[in-house]
Every structure is written in C-alpha cells, then in structure tokens.
C-alpha cells in the first residue's frame, strides 16, 4: 500500500502562484512515478503532469506546459507541483496518484486539494 497526502490548495487571484506539495508514505519502493491530476465540477479528470521515479524526465498536459513545474525530494518521498500564471479555468481539485507495481497504471490516489483561481 501507497499513501498520499496532498497540501498547498487554496484561493488565488488569476495570475498567482502556488505550490502543492504530495507526501507519500507506505511502500514508496514500489512507485515507478508519480502523477497530478485534476478535476473540475461537471469535467472529468484530467492529467496535469507526471515524473518518473528513476529519471529526470517531466510530462505535462499542454494546458500547463510553462507554467506548472513537477520536481520531487526523494529524501521527503515528497513530489511539488509549482503553478505560476494560475488562470481562472485552472480551478479544480488536484489529485496526487502513484504509479506502483507492474502494469504502469496509477494505483493509489490522494484525497485531493482544492485550487481556486479568481478573476
């Protein structure tokens, strides 16, 4: 088992910044990577951005190439999602997922973190 624990939701004015945070605890050997997602009322999840465990590449959905950033302290088996530029469609609630085991598919989720941008 996996754990997530998302933080650093909150409201912002358009063009602010915030970082979310996602603490994982539990068997963190077992995750090949480390996703976010997010998902607006009445829309249906959607990926923000992903980072390997075992390299440096980052993958990001267009909507926030450029202005969202992932990175991850292992020694805090914790992963960041930076967002600058936040724009108003960018409300939502975030969720951490993990990649663990066989199959690549993202198997644990986090309990999510509410992002509202005002105009």
């Known amino acids: 088992q996996v754990q997530l624990i998302e933080s650093g939701g909150g409201l912002v004015q358009a063009g602010g910044v915030l970082r979310l945070s996602c603490a994982a605890s539990?068997?963190?050997?077992?995750?090949?990577?480390t996703g976010w997602f997010r998902q607006a009322p009445g829309k249906d999840r959607e990926f923000v951005a992903a980072i390997p465990t075992s390299s440096t590449n980052t993958y990001y959905a267009d909507s926030v190439k450029g202005r969202f950033t992932i990175s991850r302290d292992n020694a805090k088996n914790t992963v960041y999602l930076q967002m600058n530029s936040l724009k108003p469609e960018d409300t939502a609630v975030y969720y951490c997922?993990?990649?663990?085991?066989?199959?690549?598919?993202?198997?644990?989720w986090g309990q999510g973190t509410q992002v509202t941008v005002s105009s």
């Open positions: 997922a993990a990649a663990a085991g066989a199959g690549g598919q993202y198997n644990y």
């Open positions: 539990g068997r963190i050997l077992s995750v090949n990577a």
